[in-house]
């Protein structure tokens, strides 16, 4: 079995919390509030900006050639889904990170630039592959994304080419932990779903309207 493989299998609690959680079920089936779904996007935004800073430190501390194109690429990716999609919903680079948000971001650059390469890319596969699986699972009861309200959202994470980069990030953190030591192994599996955890306070925190308490 594959590596990755492996951690999703152990994440299948997280999972089902997250497929199961009143945000994304609304947002599957259009009932989610416009105010919680602009809320959500204005956090994204904010997000996307931190992610898109620890694929490019995965970038710089890469050594093959293909995985530098890859997060390079991945940089650009993330700016243009804030830029695009985002400015769609709301004012790109308002607001204020919410505490999840921030904490999350906080671990994703920690992990990128201080804990091992491999690490660091079991770290940011989460948001790949999670996003991923969201959306084929909304799109397969949405209907007609025209129609929907959410249909931008669930077609851009719908997308095959997105499907193809999570992929594409699935085969370098297997390779890596199939190059790599039974300890960097165990680190791999622990932030993967570290960051699994993250991905659903990052649901929830929206669902909430969390804010910080003074």
């Known amino acids: 079995m594959r590596f990755t493989d492996e951690i999703w299998a152990e994440a299948r609690p997280i999972l089902d919390a ?37 694929m490019g430190m995965l970038a710089f501390r890469a050594t093959d050639a293909d995985d530098i194109t ?20 709301v004012e790109v680079g308002a607001g204020q990170m919410s505490p999840s948000s921030r904490a999350y971001t906080s671990y994703l650059l920690a992990t990128a630039a201080a804990a091992p390469y491999e690490v660091g890319v079991a770290a940011i596969l989460p ?21 929907h309200p959410y249909g931008d959202w669930i077609g851009m994470y719908a997308d095959p080419a997105f499907a193809e980069s999570t992929l594409r990030a699935r ?44």
């Open 18 to 54: 997250i497929e199961q959680h009143p945000f994304v079920t609304g947002l599957g089936d259009g009932s989610l509030p416009r105010e919680v779904f602009a809320g959500y996007m204005t956090q994204d935004a904010l997000y996307l900006a931190d992610y898109a800073r620890a």
């Open 127 to 147: 948001c790949f592959w999670i996003y991923q699986w969201v959306g084929d699972r909304l799109l397969a009861t949405a209907g007609d994304l025209a129609q």
């Open 171 to 214: 085969e370098i953190t297997d390779r890596l932990a199939e190059a790599g030591s039974d300890e960097v192994r165990v680190r791999m599996r622990e932030v993967f779903l570290q960051a699994s955890r993250y991905e659903w306070m990052f649901w929830d925190a929206a669902w909430r309207q969390e804010t910080w308490p003074v």
């Open 70 to 89: 890859f997060w390079g690429v991945g940089v650009q990716g993330a700016i243009v889904a804030e830029r695009e999609l985002h400015a769609a919903h």
